[in-house]
């Protein structure tokens, strides 16, 4: 005939007994647990019955990392490492979206996943929403990497003194302001470090060049690793005097 409904220790009133009801848990994220008697006409009491359930009304905390962490690609697939806590439920889904308007299905959540970039260079932003089991969506979270598919422009180079006696020569030239490396090889010669005495120059000694034509490999590389088709120069080195006659 009636029922007494308590949550978390805290009994209601009498009411009369029905199969179902609704009631508000206390505030604050945590285990919540309600428990109920029953009477009948006669005046006997059951036992208390009870159950329990989670409370989270807190999103997870997440983060999103693309090519872990990297500042530049020369590639539209890139792969996001991803990290998701709730403190009481576990995360269970996730979203991705280029702009932040537009998101893709709701998929399992998982720690890492491909993803492809929109076109054109430039600088991309990969947004991220996640969920946990109480169904809490976080806000957006997000990371950013250049995009960058077009190499620099080809380096120059001052031509060397060639032929010469002396075997070691130093190189120089001019390459664009977004090359960051300068790669320079030779089979018969050590190539010295690589310097940039200003953001549009380079310089490069070359030691130990053997007798004979030293072909030398010039490419330039910017800092997504794009690499320009190499140029290359020779130097040829003589140390043999001529030989002659007089009469």
Do not use: H
Request: glycine fraction near 4%; hydrophobic fraction near 35%; charge should be negative.
């Amino acid at each position: 005939a009636w029922m007494q409904i308590s949550v978390n220790g805290i009994a209601g009133s009498w009411e009369s007994y029905m199969t179902s009801k609704t009631t508000t848990l206390p505030s604050g994220d945590g285990l919540k647990t309600i428990s109920a008697i029953f009477k009948d006409r006669a005046g006997n009491i059951s036992i208390p019955v009870s159950d329990s359930i989670t409370l989270d009304t807190t999103a997870p905390e997440c983060t999103v990392t693309i090519n872990a962490g990297a500042q530049y690609t020369n590639q539209r697939q890139v792969s996001l490492s991803l990290s998701a806590t709730d403190a009481l439920t576990n995360v269970t889904q996730m979203c991705f979206s280029n702009d932040n308007v537009t998101y893709s299905d709701a998929e399992n959540y998982a720690t890492a996943k491909p993803w492809t970039l929109p076109l054109a260079d430039g600088t991309k932003t990969v947004y991220v929403k996640y969920k946990d089991s109480a169904g809490n969506w976080s806000s957006a979270v997000s990371d950013s990497i250049i995009l960058d598919m077009t190499a620099p422009p080809p380096p120059t180079i001052t031509s060397p003194t060639t032929p010469t006696n002396i075997n070691s020569q130093t190189i120089n030239g001019t390459r664009s302001a977004d090359t960051t490396a300068i790669i320079i090889t030779c089979s018969t010669a050590t190539v010295g470090p690589v310097t940039y005495p200003t953001n549009t120059t380079y310089s490069c000694t070359l030691t130990n060049l053997t007798q004979g034509n030293n072909i030398i490999t010039i490419k330039a590389q910017d800092a997504a690793t794009n690499e320009t088709t190499p140029i290359t120069a020779a130097i040829v080195l003589d140390t043999t005097a001529p030989t002659g006659t007089i009469k």
